[in-house]
C-alpha cells in the first residue's frame, strides 16, 4: 500500500511538473513564464536597476566606457573603430535583442519557425522576392571588395554573440519567453540582411497594375489618369538647377509589344500608403543665428519597440549622435561635430518584371532571344515550428527569381515572372554610413554616398563651415521613356535595363541660390533632368506645403523648424473642400446634421489639429467621393491601381463632366457633382454611425493613432489611441499606423545643437519604464536634448558601465 | 509543529535555490527537505505548498512594488486575465500546487522507506 501511495503521488506530482513545463497550444510553458525568478516578472525591472559597473567583453585592444543620459541613451567612447561597433552590438543587443533578431528572421522568411504553419505563405513570399539572395551577394561584394568593412560588421556580431552567451534566463526579453523560443547567434550577414530588408520596406513597384489597366482603359485613358508628370511639380532639386554634364543615350527600341494579357496574380505587398518622410537644410542666410539648421523626419510604421535606437558613438577621432538601426553598424541619421545628414525615401522604379517562356515543364532552361538560357534552382527549406519543413524550388534566371509561377499566387499554369531588382546585386550601403558617421564636409559626404545603392534614399546635407546640399542617392537603372512601367518580355533583350546612371549624374545640389534644400518624397527634378525617372507614389502635397513655408520664412531658428515638422496643416483639404462643396450645391440643405457638418467644414481652417473635427469630417467625405469615382475601375477582377488623390481632385475640379465620371452600369450620365454627393451620403451615414457608437469625433479619436508591438497579437505591448494630429499629405504625417518614426533637428554653428525625439523608447522591454517614455513626447511635438556629451560630462547621468 | 518547520525551510530554499536553480530543482529540493523534516502526509502537502507559494506570492509583489512596472498588467491582459493582480495569484496558485505536491510526495517517499515494525504480533 505504502509502495502504491507514493508511486501514485510520485505520478501525479511528475505529471504536474511536466504539464507546467510543456506548451498547450499557442499557451508557452507556464512554470517557466510565471517563475517569478526566472520568467516574465524578471522583465519588470527596468535597466538603470540592473545597472553593473563592469562587463567583461572579450576581443576588446582598449576598455570601453558607455554613459547612459537619463533617457537611457547610451554614449560609447571607445578607442577605434573596431571596438567602437564591437560595443555597439553589445549595447544594442542589451536593449534591443529580440527585436534585431525578430526582424532579420522575417527578412530571411524564417516567421515559421517562430509562430508555425501561419506565416508559411509570408516566408515563401519573402523568400521569393530573394532577399536573403541579395543579403548573400551583398556578402560576396564584402569579402571580394572591403574586408575592412566586413571586418567591422564581425566585431559588431561579435558584440552581439558575448551579450547572448552571458544572457540569463530571468533577462531574456519576454518575447523569447512568450513566443518560447532562444536567440542564435547574431552574424555579419544578418546585418547585411537588415539593410535589404529596409528595401523590401521602401520599395515598390505597380508593374502589373499597370500592365491591367493599359489592358483595360487603353494607353490614352492610362496616360491621363495617370501622368508621370505632375501638372504642379515642385521637385527636390530646384528647377533652375542646370544639368551640367552629358547623359548617356538611352534609345528605345523600334517595335516592342509588351506581354498584353490580363493578370490575375496577386500582387506583391507594397510599401505601405504613408510611408515616406521630410528632410530639409536651410542656409545660414536664412537663419536667425546665421547657422544652418538641418531637420529629418522619416515616416514608417509606428512599431514597438521603435525600429530606431539613439545613441552617440565616440572615438579620439570621431563622435557622431543620432538613430541607429539595432542590427546596423553606425548612425543612420543624425550628425558629428561637422555635419549633419537625413535621410527620406528616393522613390522610384527600382523593381521590374519580365515574363519568362520556360522550354518545357522541367523550367531547366527559358528563351532568350534566339536561345535557350540555363535556369538555376534554389531550393528554399522553411522551416515550421510544430511540423516538417516545407520545401519551396525557387527559379533563378538571370534577371532574378521567378517570383509567381504555377505554384505561387497565380491561378494561371503558364504564367511565371521573374523579379529584376537592385537589391539583387551586390552592393555596400553598410560602408555609406560608416563613412558619413566620420565625414567632415561636402567631399566626405560625396564620397560616402557613393557607395550606396538601395533603398535609393534623398540624403540631405549641412555643415558647420555653412554648405548645404541634397542629393537623389541610389542605383538606378538607365531606361527610355516608359520601359518599367508594364510587365516585359523577357524573352526579348532589347528590353534589358539599359545600363544604370552614373552616380556623378544622380540628381543633386549644393548651395542653392534659394536658401534651403528639402525633400518630401516628390518628383526629384523638373522635366529639364535628361533620364527617365517614373515611380507612381510621388507626393503632392508635404513638398509642395514645405517648399512654400521655407520660401517665405527668414530668421529662422531651431523652435520654427520644430513648429514645421509639427505641422498639421492639409493642402489636400484646401485645394479639395472647395471643389467638393461647390459641386455639393444645395443639396441635402434641408438635413439638419448635414447642415451642422458643412458649417462645421466652412469654419475649419484646414489644420488636422487632434482636437479639430473638420478634418475628420473632410477625410470621410473626400475617400467616400474618391471611393465612389473609381468604384467601378476597381471591380475588375484583375488587380489595379486607383489613380492618385491628386489627379482625382484635379479631373474633378477642372473638368467635372468628363467622361471618366460616368458610370456605364447607371442609367444617363453622371457627372462628378454625382460622386461628391454620393460621397456626402456616405458621410451622412458614417457619422450616424460613429456618433451613435463613440460619440466624439474629434481628429484624434478618429484615427486612434496607434504604435503596434511588432507581434500585432501582443495588443497590450502597443500604445494605443495615442492623441496627436496631422495624417496622410501633410507635414506631420502621422495618421493610425503610420508616421514620423524619427524627428530630429540640428543647429550647425560653433557648437552643435540637436534635439531628437522618436515614438518610443531605448528599451525594447515592455516592462521597462524605458519602453515608451518618449511617446507623450514626441505626440505633443516636443523633443528631447539631443546634444553631444563629452565623456567627463557628468550632468544627467543615469549610470556608468565600463566594457572590457 | 513540523509543518510549520518544513514550511519555513521551504520558503528558504526557494529564496536561495530558485534564482540559480529551475522550478523543478526546487520541486526535488522540497520532496528532500519533506522526507528529511517527516511531517503527515498533509502537513507535507501544506508546508511544502505554502511554502512555495507563499515565497512566489511574495516575490511578484516585491517585484511589483519595488519596480512599479507595467508589465503584469499588460501581460494579464496579453492572456485574457484582466490585470496583473489576478497573474499574481495565479502564480501564487502555481507555486502552491508545485511546493505541495512535491511536499506531500517527500512524505510518501520516506512512508515507503520506513520498515514494518517486525516485533508485533500480527495474528
Known amino acids: 500500500m505504502k509502495y502504491f501511495s507514493f508511486f501514485f503521488v510520485l505520478a501525479i506530482t511528475a505529471a504536474l511538473a511536466v504539464a507546467v513545463s510543456i506548451p498547450l497550444g499557442e499557451i508557452p510553458p507556464i512554470a517557466p513564464l510565471l517563475d517569478p525568478n526566472h520568467g516574465f516578472w524578471q522583465n519588470s525591472i527596468s535597466e538603470d536597476q540592473l545597472a553593473i559597473e563592469e562587463i567583461d567583453l572579450e576581443n576588446l585592444s582598449a576598455p570601453v566606457e558607455v554613459v547612459y543620459d537619463q533617457n537611457l541613451i547610451p554614449h560609447i567612447f571607445a578607442q577605434n573603430e573596431a571596438d567602437l561597433y564591437r560595443a555597439q552590438g553589445y549595447v544594442t543587443a542589451q536593449h534591443r535583442l529580440w527585436q534585431m533578431e525578430f526582424q532579420t528572421m522575417a527578412a530571411a522568411g524564417r516567421i515559421s519557425e517562430i509562430v508555425g504553419p501561419i506565416a508559411i505563405e509570408l516566408d515563401r513570399m519573402t523568400r521569393r522576392k530573394g532577399l536573403a539572395y541579395g543579403a548573400e551577394l551583398g556578402m560576396k561584394y564584402l569579402q571580394e571588395n572591403d574586408p575592412e568593412t566586413l571586418a567591422l560588421i564581425e566585431a559588431y556580431a561579435d558584440g552581439v554573440n558575448q551579450y547572448i552567451s552571458q544572457l540569463e534566463e530571468a533577462q531574456l526579453p519576454v518575447e523569447y519567453k512568450i513566443l518560447n523560443y532562444r536567440p542564435e547567434p547574431w552574424s555579419a550577414f544578418k546585418s547585411v540582411l537588415l539593410l535589404k530588408y529596409m528595401s523590401d520596406m521602401l520599395v515598390g513597384d505597380r508593374d502589373l497594375e499597370f500592365t491591367n489597366l493599359r489592358k483595360i482603359l487603353g494607353q490614352a485613358k492610362l496616360d491621363k489618369l495617370y501622368p508621370d508628370f505632375p501638372t504642379e511639380n515642385d521637385p527636390i532639386i530646384e528647377a533652375e538647377r542646370i544639368w551640367d554634364f552629358t547623359a548617356i543615350p538611352v534609345a528605345k527600341p523600334d517595335s516592342i509589344s509588351y506581354p498584353d494579357d490580363l493578370i490575375i496574380a496577386e500582387p506583391l505587398p507594397q510599401p505601405e500608403e504613408g510611408t515616406g518622410s521630410n528632410n530639409w537644410a536651410v542656409a545660414g542666410k536664412k537663419t536667425k543665428n546665421g547657422n544652418p539648421i538641418l531637420a529629418n523626419d522619416p515616416h514608417l510604421s509606428l512599431n514597438l519597440p521603435s525600429l530606431w535606437y539613439a545613441m552617440q558613438l565616440s572615438t579620439p577621432d570621431l563622435t557622431v549622435k543620432g538613430a541607429t538601426l539595432p542590427g546596423a553598424l553606425g548612425v543612420i541619421s543624425g550628425f558629428n561635430d561637422d555635419i549633419a545628414w537625413g535621410v527620406t525615401n528616393a522613390t522610384r522604379d527600382t523593381r521590374d518584371w519580365y515574363k519568362i517562356t520556360f522550354q518545357d515543364d522541367s523550367r531547366k532552361s527559358y528563351k532568350y532571344g534566339a536561345e535557350w538560357r540555363q535556369a538555376n534552382f534554389r531550393i528554399e527549406e522553411i522551416k515550421v515550428k510544430g511540423q516538417d519543413p516545407f520545401m519551396d524550388t525557387v527559379v533563378y534566371t538571370h534577371y532574378g527569381p521567378v517570383v509567381y509561377d504555377r505554384t505561387f499566387k497565380s491561378e494561371r499554369q503558364d504564367l511565371n515572372f521573374a523579379l529584376k531588382w537592385t537589391v539583387h546585386e551586390g552592393a555596400n550601403e553598410q560602408k555609406t554610413f560608416l563613412l558619413m558617421n566620420k565625414a567632415r564636409n561636402h567631399n566626405d559626404y560625396n564620397a560616402a554616398l557613393d557607395h550606396y545603392a538601395a533603398p535609393a534614399q534623398n540624403f540631405v546635407f549641412a555643415s558647420a563651415s555653412g554648405d548645404i546640399a541634397m542629393r537623389v542617392q541610389g542605383k538606378f537603372p538607365l531606361k527610355w521613356p516608359g520601359q518599367g512601367k508594364f510587365l516585359m518580355d523577357g524573352a526579348d533583350p532589347r528590353l534589358e535595363w539599359q545600363g544604370y546612371i552614373p552616380n556623378s549624374q544622380n540628381a543633386s545640389t549644393l548651395n542653392p541660390e534659394r536658401g534651403f534644400v528639402s525633400s518630401a518624397n516628390q518628383y526629384p527634378t523638373d522635366a529639364s533632368y535628361p533620364y527617365y525617372v517614373f515611380d507612381n507614389s510621388f507626393e503632392q502635397y508635404r513638398n509642395r506645403r514645405l517648399n512654400r513655408k521655407l520660401r517665405e520664412m527668414e530668421q529662422i531658428t531651431v523652435e520654427d523648424m520644430m513648429a514645421l515638422q509639427f505641422d498639421d496643416y492639409n493642402l489636400q483639404a484646401s485645394e479639395a473642400l472647395p471643389v467638393l462643396t461647390t459641386l455639393l450645391g444645395t443639396y441635402k440643405s434641408d438635413s439638419p446634421e448635414a447642415e451642422r457638418y458643412l458649417q462645421e467644414l466652412k469654419s475649419w481652417d484646414f489644420f488636422a489639429d487632434p482636437n479639430q473635427k473638420g478634418q475628420t469630417l473632410y477625410s470621410i467625405w473626400s475617400a467616400e467621393t474618391m471611393e465612389s469615382v473609381w468604384r467601378e475601375l476597381l471591380d475588375s477582377k484583375a488587380p489595379i491601381l486607383r489613380p492618385s488623390s491628386y489627379r482625382t481632385i484635379e479631373l474633378m475640379a477642372t473638368a467635372p463632366s468628363d467622361s471618366i465620371f460616368d458610370v456605364a452600369s447607371f442609367e444617363g450620365v453622371e457627372t462628378a457633382e454625382c460622386h461628391v454627393r454620393a460621397g456626402f451620403d456616405s458621410l451622412l451615414v458614417k457619422m450616424a454611425e460613429w456618433e451613435a457608437e463613440e460619440g466624439d469625433y474629434a481628429w484624434a479619436n478618429f484615427k486612434k493613432t496607434t504604435i503596434q508591438h511588432l507581434v500585432p497579437n501582443f495588443k497590450s505591448f502597443s500604445a494605443t489611441n495615442v492623441y496627436t494630429g496631422g495624417g496622410s499629405g501633410i507635414l506631420n504625417a502621422t495618421g493610425s499606423r503610420h508616421g514620423a518614426s524619427w524627428r530630429m533637428i540640428v543647429e550647425l554653428g560653433s557648437e552643435i545643437k540637436a534635439f531628437g525625439v522618436y515614438p518610443g523608447g531605448q528599451s525594447g522591454n515592455p516592462g521597462s519604464r524605458f519602453y515608451e517614455n518618449f511617446v507623450p513626447i514626441w505626440a505633443a511635438g516636443e523633443y528631447l536634448d539631443f546634444d553631444l556629451r563629452a565623456q567627463q560630462n557628468a550632468e544627467n547621468v543615469l549610470f556608468k558601465t565600463t566594457l572590457k | ?123
Open chain 2, 1 to 123: 509543529m513540523r509543518f510549520i518547520f518544513l514550511t519555513i525551510l521551504t520558503a528558504i530554499l526557494v529564496v536561495f535555490l530558485n534564482p540559480v536553480a529551475p522550478f523543478w530543482m526546487v520541486m526535488i529540493g522540497i520532496a528532500f527537505l519533506a522526507a528529511l523534516i517527516y511531517p503527515n502526509g498533509f502537513g507535507g502537502f501544506l508546508g511544502g505548498g505554502l511554502g512555495m507559494g507563499l515565497t512566489w506570492l511574495g516575490l511578484c509583489i516585491y517585484l511589483g512594488i519595488t519596480t512599479g512596472s507595467s508589465l503584469p498588467d499588460r501581460m494579464g491582459e496579453l492572456m485574457g486575465l484582466g490585470s496583473g493582480v489576478t497573474l499574481i495569484a495565479i502564480t501564487g496558485v502555481v507555486g502552491f500546487l508545485l511546493g505541495a505536491f512535491s511536499g506531500w510526495t517527500g512524505v510518501s517517499f520516506r512512508n515507503m522507506l520506513l520498515k514494518n515494525p517486525e516485533d508485533v504480533y500480527q495474528g
